[in-house]
Nanobody, 123 residues
Framework: QVQLVESGGGSVQAGGSLRLSCAASGYTYNRNCMAWFRQAPGKEREGVAR????????YYADSVKGRFTISQDNAKNTLYLQMNGLKPEDTAVYYC?????????????????WGQGTQVTVS
């Protein structure tokens, strides 16, 4: 059974930093795609960043390019999202997601496995 468990959310002032973690289990980590999505109140879930775990290729939403970095630790089966220069508009629940395919689509509909989400609040 695949499980994704996020951690690292919290409250921070604008300009600050946070690092989110997503521990994966029951999942073949190194030949798939993992991603971070976020959802603000009243808004649709949107893709933030994704990584092809085999090649290491990364993709970012325009709104976070240059500020956020997605990375992975294959030995620990853990995905990270380093968020710097946070803005109030980054406030949302952040979700880790995974799909058992190397194609890293940006739509949430393509991801089968989801974590429970972690709140990020920027004031």
């Amino acid at each position: 059974q695949v499980q994704l468990v996020e951690s690292g959310g919290g409250s921070v002032q604008a300009g600050g930093s946070l690092r989110l973690s997503c521990a994966a289990s029951g999942y073949t980590y190194n030949r798939n795609c993992m991603a971070w999505f976020r959802q603000a109140p009243g808004k649709e879930r949107e893709g933030v960043a994704r990584i092809a775990t085999g090649s290491g290729n990364t993709y970012y939403a325009d709104s976070v390019k240059g500020r956020f970095t997605i990375s992975q630790d294959n030995a620990k089966n853990t995905l990270y999202l380093q968020m710097n220069g946070l803005k109030p508009e980054d406030t949302a629940v952040y979700y880790c997601a995974a799909r058992t395919d190397t194609l890293c689509y940006n739509s949430a509909a393509y991801y089968r496995y989801w974590g429970q989400g972690t709140q990020v609040t920027v004031s």
